[in-house]
Nanobody, 128 residues
């Protein structure tokens, strides 16, 4: 079965950086899109970034553009989220997700329902 395991979260001061990793197993990683979502306490889970199966198409939510970078290493079955210039409002549990169909587009796929498999999450806390 598909498994996603996130790591790399932690406590960081505003302006700092963190790199999250998500290791995938259970199927051919390079055929599927990957995404990061986040959920702050009392708020709904929201889209952060997505990367296509080939790595050639990337999408971000507006509030993280220029600060976050999503990437993938298909040889290591891992997707990354490099986060820089972190702000207190970035504080949340960050979740890795992947979809259930191969070679699909990521365009417009920013909803929770667009993804079929989820990791357990990793906490990111940004202090002011």
């Amino acid at each position: 079965q598909v498994q996603l395991v996130e790591s790399g979260g932690g406590l960081v001061q505003a302006g700092g950086s963190l790199r999250l990793s998500c290791a995938a197993s259970g199927r051919t990683f390079s055929r599927y899109n990957m995404a990061w979502f986040r959920q702050a306490p009392g708020k709904e889970r929201e889209f952060v970034a997505a990367i296509s199966w080939s790595g050639s198409i990337i999408d971000y939510r507006d509030s993280v553009k220029g600060r976050f970078t999503i990437s993938r290493d298909n040889a290591k079955n891992t997707v990354y989220l490099q986060m820089s210039s972190l702000k207190p409002e970035d504080t949340a549990a960050y979740y890795c997700a992947t979809d259930g169909k191969i070679f699909t587009s990521i365009i417009g796929r920013t909803s929770i329902g667009d993804y079929d498999y989820w990791g357990q999450g990793t906490q990111v806390t940004v202090s002011s």
